[in-house]
């Protein structure tokens, strides 16, 4: 059987995505490109007589070198060397689509334009002279709608038979770039083939052009033959300076307008003819009215943005809750069946709590995911991004930021996982660093607990009003540490905000779904392999070396006293009673083996430091468990307090025994939730950032996060004691 | 009229005469087909009128304010 090598390529909203899926189904996987975070796609799938493997490369509006899409692009397609490329262009805008067909066109590749969205050109009544246009670039062009799969049969046709009759051979189409230009790049080009520079890959005149348009990729890679890339730099530069001085403009630009030039002039030999049609018919135009109107589209968009929120969790609580139930009977189930001892606890409190950590976030994730899927799809992001730019781009950030916060926690009880995935969408690298750095600040659902603890102990009758200010705080500072990381380590000018609006469309299920089951099946493989070796490493932080002999002894000693005493009793209120004390020692018990384990003997030592923001040994312990989790704050804090198993949702008596605590006031209280809210982000979301970022930078957050909680904690500790 | 992107008012008519702008912010504009001689018409302003959005070559493109400086356009007088 004949195989065949397809790269499927095109803009951004040129439905490129959709026609992957409608092609290859199913039968796809997606990884990601080595040391970014560009996904690849990849399927295979059997198509007459032939398998064909295609690729889908990230969307992009060129080939230079300005972006991780743009570099990864090229870079399969030069080193992997598709057989032909499929590039899918959006045929109502086909004019600004061309001009990354030609620079396909101009390395030579083989391709088949996909003239996708027929549908609608049809109905906006435009016509596309379908052979004229495959003439002029001397490609086949096939019409689709990649939506109902229309085409997709003929397009598959077309592309075996290109490869079929290239053979692997590229033919480089040369534009003319005018007197000035040309001249140059003749001779750049002669040099180039004389010297066999860069050859082996990329065509002679490609390498020149790009090192015109000043390409930093190929200019480094051109570094093996230095003398050749010092020439060809110093004819780029002569010319650099002729057009600024003769033309005022730059190589580049004068390429970039021929390009333009002859897209111009190919589409109007009767290939392509718009009706001037009246613009009040445009449902994208009279929704954007309204959408984006001064007045109603903010209020849309926070009723938008806050429903989203409310749909996500709501629907989310259920499975999240059955989920937990499940893992409950799992852990009861493993108590039963294996005995008692380091490995039942290591089963239980190690694995088994692990995965059912990880897998409680999963229909957060999927929930999320589609809804994101339909906003983005839909094209409303790009209008959220429009109209939060002005006030996002204030603190060095996006306007496409605003999603990851909220989704964090930004509307108090949110989730940073989900919120640091949905970072994805910014397309620009700093301004994407900084968010996700930032977003974990939010007061996310598993924080809420804590501040719900405290503000019962200390501030029952000011509830409302401090979970409200917990927001404010959290809001105020992702701001102005994303401002100050952005004058600082992520210093850089804002990326461009040059930004398509794309036309309004319903997004298509298929699309919602496969994008959503990518990301959730993405997040359980790469999660859970590293979380739960860590969370194992956690239990055993805070289960050895455990507690002394003599305090083992004296526990079991104690024990079976209480058995021996509870088989003897003869009435059920004497019953009780010991099976009152039996629990109490258990929970003792517990509170040593914390105390005695490495993380209790960690918090103990770091008292002496902690104390200067109010906190003691017994918090400590808390929230080192809270980097595993910010659920296991006020868990731990109950087996510190001796208080056995303490439910989230249950927090009265603990509560009580913060309160009666002494070591623990209202300025205590209020330094740990500033404490609680800001620091370290928990494992999960730290595995997620390393996903989306790099471990430099979960590390980073890791450390820099608590610094900067402890800093204040301690801030306000130590003025609030001086003030009461 | 030879004027600034930033000066126009939505619904304005103009076509681009000047990209001033190298590097990585002149190759976004090319990339996205703002080069001299192209038609463009202003179709709306972000609530806090920054950024601000365009048509040409049949898409809608926004742009922010300090970004649209480096363009210089000429207006086409509004037709009554």
Not at chain 1, 317 to 322: A, E, G, I, S, V
Not at chain 1, 526 to 543: H, R
Request: aromatic share 8%; net charge neutral; charged share 20%.
């Amino acid at each position: 059987m004949k195989t065949c090598t397809i790269a499927f390529a095109g803009n951004p909203n040129s439905g490129k995505t959709t026609l992957f899926n409608t092609v290859t189904g199913s039968h796809h996987h997606v990884g990601n490109y080595p040391g970014i975070t560009v996904e690849r796609k990849e399927g295979t799938i059997k198509f007459a007589d032939s398998q064909l493997n295609i690729i889908d490369l990230p969307g992009c509006y060129s080939l230079t070198a300005y972006t991780q899409e743009e570099l990864v692009s090229r870079q399969v397609l030069v080193e992997e060397r598709p057989d032909v490329v499929v590039n899918v262009v959006d045929a109502t805008k086909l004019e600004r689509h061309l001009y990354l067909t030609v620079q396909f066109l101009e390395l030579g590749i083989p391709v088949v334009v996909a003239l996708n969205m027929m549908d609608d050109v049809r109905s906006k009544g435009i016509t596309i002279n379908v052979e004229a246009l495959s003439e002029a670039l001397n490609s086949a062009v096939c019409p689709t709608v990649a939506r109902n799969g229309e085409g997709k049969q003929e397009l598959l046709h077309q592309a075996i038979l290109s490869s079929e009759q290239h053979h692997g051979a590229w033919q480089p189409l040369r534009l003319s770039y005018g007197p000035d230009v040309d001249p140059v790049l003749d001779e750049m080009e002669q040099l180039i083939a004389k010297r066999s520079f860069l050859t082996t890959r990329y065509p002679a005149r490609w390498t020149a052009i790009k090192f015109l348009e000043g390409d930093d990729d190929l200019i480094e890679k051109g570094a093996v033959d230095h003398q050749t890339t010092t020439e060809l730099q110093q004819i780029v530069e002569n010319l650099r300076v002729h057009c600024e001085k003769t033309l005022h403009t730059f190589p580049e630009a004068i390429i970039a307008d021929y390009r333009y030039g002859f897209i111009h002039a190919l589409l109007r030999k009767d290939v392509l003819t718009i009706p001037t049609t009246d613009a009040r018919l445009d449902i994208t135009d009279n929704l954007d009215k309204v959408l984006t109107h001064r007045v109603l589209g903010p209020s849309i968009m926070m009723f938008m943005l806050y429903a989203m929120f409310q749909i996500t969790f709501a629907l989310g609580d259920y499975p999240m809750q059955l989920l937990n139930r499940l893992f409950t009977l799992i852990a009861d189930l493993a108590k039963t069946i294996v005995p008692p001892g380091h490995f039942q606890s290591m089963l239980v409190s190690g694995v088994i709590d692990g995965v059912g950590g990880i897998l409680s976030f999963v229909p957060l994730i999927m929930i999320m995911f589609i809804m994101i899927a339909f906003l983005e799809d839909s094209g409303y992001m790009a209008r959220v991004a429009y109209m939060m730019d002005k006030v996002f781009r204030t603190f060095g950030l996006h306007g496409s930021s605003v999603m990851p916060f909220i989704i964090s926690g930004g509307i108090a009880g949110g989730c940073a996982v989900p919120g640091v995935m949905a970072a994805r969408t910014l397309r620009s690298p700093r301004e994407k660093l900084a968010t996700i750095l930032t977003a974990p600040f939010m007061p996310c659902g598993a924080k809420i607990p804590v501040f719900i603890l405290l503000i019962g102990a200390f501030f029952a009758e000011y509830r409302a009003l401090i979970m409200f200010s917990i927001t404010l705080v959290a809001w105020i500072m992702a701001l102005l540490v994303a401002r100050l990381l952005r004058s600082t380590l992520i210093r850089g000018e804002s990326t461009p905000f040059v930004m398509e609006l794309p036309p309004y469309r319903w997004p298509t299920l298929q699309g919602v779904m496969i994008h959503t089951w990518e990301r959730t099946a993405e997040y359980i493989k790469k999660a859970g392999t590293v979380i739960l070796a860590i969370s194992i490493l956690l239990w055993a932080g805070m289960t050895f070396p455990g507690p002394s002999e003599q305090q083992l002894e004296a526990y079991q000693h104690q024990k079976q006293q209480l058995q021996v005493a509870i088989s003897h009793s003869n009435t059920t209120q004497q019953r009780q009673i010991l099976d009152i004390s039996l629990g109490q020692l258990e929970s003792q018990h517990s509170a040593t083996i914390l105390k005695n384990s490495a993380a209790g003997q960690l918090g103990t030592m770091l008292e002496p430091i902690s104390k200067l923001a109010g906190f003691d040994w017994r918090t400590n312990i808390a929230l080192l468990g809270g980097v595993a989790a910010k659920e296991l704050i006020v868990s731990t804090l109950g087996t510190a307090y001796s208080l056995g198993e303490v439910e989230s949702a249950n927090t009265t008596t603990l509560s009580q025994r913060i309160a009666a605590d002494p070591q623990w006031n209202k300025v205590a209280a209020i330094s740990a939730m500033l404490f609680v809210l800001l620091y370290a982000p928990c494992f999960v979301t730290l595995v997620v950032m390393a996903r989306e970022s790099s471990w430099k930078w979960a590390c980073f957050a890791l450390i820099f996060n608590s610094s900067i909680a402890f800093l204040l904690a301690t801030l306000v500790y130590q003025i609030g004691i001086r003030l009461s | 009229m030879i004027c600034s992107l930033r000066q126009l008012k939505v619904h304005d008519k103009a076509t681009v005469t000047t990209v001033n702008a190298g590097g990585e912010m002149g190759r976004r504009l090319r990339d996205m087909g703002l080069v001299i001689g192209t038609e463009i018409e202003i179709v709306g302003r972000a609530p806090l009128k920054d950024p601000v959005a365009m048509r040409l070559r049949g898409f809608t493109l926004t742009l922010r304010n300090n970004e649209a400086d480096y363009i210089y356009v000429d207006m086409k007088e509004p037709s009554a």
